[in-house]
C-alpha cells in the first residue's frame, strides 16, 4: 500500500551547501513516507548513481524512492515508482514500459487530467500547483473546488502539490487528499527533520492518524 | 548488420530555421545508413514525439533510428539501437534493460574503455573526436595511432566521430573503420543531401565499395 501522507519531492538547488544525503536523512527521521528524486540537470550517470545512493538511505528507513520523469533510470535502479507529468513520456506509453510491481504516479491539473491517467494505468495523482512556488514557476495553479472535484472522480490516492507549508497544508487537506508533496519546505528547511516532523503531525492529524 | 559508414548524429541547432524532417530526408536521400536522434534539451514528451517521426521517415528509407543516450525513449519507440556514451547509464545496465535485437553502440576515446565496451555487450563503438568539434567543445582528442590500436583491439564494428568532414575523412578511414559519424558536416550543410553523397562516396571509395 502507499503510504502518500508525507511525500518530499527533492531538488538539489535547496541545499546552500550542505549535503544532500544528510538533508534526506534528517527528513526521514522526521517522518517523511515517500521520497521522490526529480533531477533535471543531471547527466544519466550522476541520476543514476544518485538514485542508487538515495535508494540505499530511503530504503533504510522503510521508505520507497521513486524517481520523476525518467523511466530509464526508475528501471536501471529498480525504483518502487516512477513520477511522469505532462511533459514526460505518456502515462500508457510508460505503464506498458513498466514492471507491473513498479507504481506509476502522473501529474494532475484537471478533472480530465486525473481520468485520463487513471484509465492509462496511473496508481496515484500529484495534483497542483496548490499555491505559488518557486520550484515550478510555470506551474498552473489548481483551485480546492477542483481538487475536490478530482479527489471524488478518481479512485486512486491523491496528493497536493505545490508551494505547500506547515502553515498552509489544512486546505488541501480539508479537501480530502491522501497527503501532501513537498519540496523548499522541507529541502529548504534550516532543521529538516523538525520541518518533516512538523508536517508530518499537522497531516496525520487531519487524517485522524 | 550494421551498415555503419555514414552515421548521421543529429543536432537541432544547426537547423537555422530549416525544417528538422526535412534536412533529414535530403539526408538520407544523399545516402546517410543510421540516425541517431541526439536531443540534450527537450522534455521526454517532445524526445518522445520526434522519434516517433524520424523512425517512420529513416524506416521509409530502410534506415534504423538510434537514440542517443535515453533508454526510455529508445524502448517507448522501439528504436533499432541505442548510443550512450560515458556520462550516460553505465552499458552493461543498459544491455540488461533493452530488448536482445535493439543494438547498443557506446562512446570510447581508449582501448580501454573500448575493451570494456565490447565486454558489457556494445554492437559498436563511436570514437572520438578525431577533430576539434563544436557540437562536444569537451570531448579529448583521439588520436590516430589510439583508433588504430581500438580498430584493432575489438571485434565489434567501429565508427569515428568529431569534426569529420569530406576534407578530412580519410585520416579516420585509413585507420580501418566501418564508417564515420557526423554532425554539422550534414546538418549545417546548405544542401544536406549533396554533403551526404559527397561524403558516401568517399567512404565507400576507402572501403572499396
Redesign the interface.
Same mark, same amino acid.
Not at 520523469?69 to 533510470?73: A, E, P, T, V
Given at each position: 500500500m502507499l503510504d502518500m501522507r508525507l511525500y518530499l519531492v527533492t531538488d538539489r538547488s535547496h541545499l546552500a551547501g550542505r549535503d544532500f544525503l544528510t538533508v534526506l536523512d534528517a527528513a526521514l527521521r522526521g517522518g517523511v513516507t515517500m521520497i521522490q528524486l526529480r533531477e533535471k540537470e543531471a547527466?544519466?550517470?550522476?541520476f543514476?548513481d544518485l538514485a542508487i545512493q538515495v535508494r540505499e538511505l530511503s530504503h533504510s528507513h522503510g521508505v520507497p524512492l521513486w524517481i520523476n520523469?525518467? @523511466?530509464?533510470?526508475a528501471? =536501471?535502479v529498480e525504483a518502487d515508482g516512477l513520477h511522469?507529468g505532462?511533459?514526460? @513520456?505518456?502515462a500508457a506509453? =510508460?505503464r506498458r514500459?513498466m514492471p507491473p510491481a513498479m507504481k506509476l504516479g502522473v501529474s494532475a491539473q484537471t478533472v480530465e487530467q486525473a481520468v485520463q491517467a487513471e484509465r492509462d494505468g496511473a496508481d496515484c495523482l500529484g495534483v497542483g500547483a496548490m499555491f505559488p512556488t518557486g520550484t515550478k514557476s510555470d506551474a498552473k495553479p489548481v483551485s480546492a473546488d477542483e481538487l475536490r472535484r478530482i479527489k471524488q472522480t478518481v479512485r486512486i490516492p491523491i496528493v497536493a502539490i505545490g508551494g505547500i507549508n506547515a502553515s498552509n497544508l489544512a486546505l488541501p487537506m480539508r479537501c480530502g487528499v491522501d497527503g501532501v508533496a513537498v519540496v523548499s519546505a522541507i529541502m529548504s528547511a534550516p532543521d529538516p527533520e523538525a520541518a518533516a516532523r512538523e508536517l508530518r503531525e499537522k497531516i496525520d492529524a487531519h487524517l485522524g492518524k
Open positions: 547527466s544519466s550517470r550522476e543514476f520523469d525518467r @523511466l530509464d533510470i528501471l =536501471a511522469i505532462q511533459s514526460d @513520456l505518456p506509453v =510508460a514500459l
